[in-house]
């Protein structure tokens, strides 16, 4: 993956954290794709622990933004 990704008020869209992501896991998918071919479990191990953690990542931006959105229109 890239690195950490925050969205906060930096001024990321939405929009552009999500392709981030979704970016980090395609190459993540290929890194996969490769090890699999070599047949490198221990590779392959930590490409899911990155993908899972680029999903959790994805989940959590998610659940604050519901937050923050039902406190605004609360």
Do not use: P, R, W
Not at 14 to 20: D, T
């Amino acid at each position: 993956m890239t690195g950490e990704i925050i969205s906060d008020k930096k001024g990321v869209s939405y929009e552009e954290l999500f392709i981030q992501h979704l970016t980090d896991m395609m190459l993540e998918v290929k890194g996969i794709q490769v090890k699999a071919a070599k047949n490198d479990i221990e590779e392959i191990n930590k490409h899911a622990a990155k993908i899972k953690s680029t999903i959790l990542a994805m989940m959590n931006f998610e659940f604050e933004n519901t937050i923050v959105f039902s406190n605004f229109c609360n």
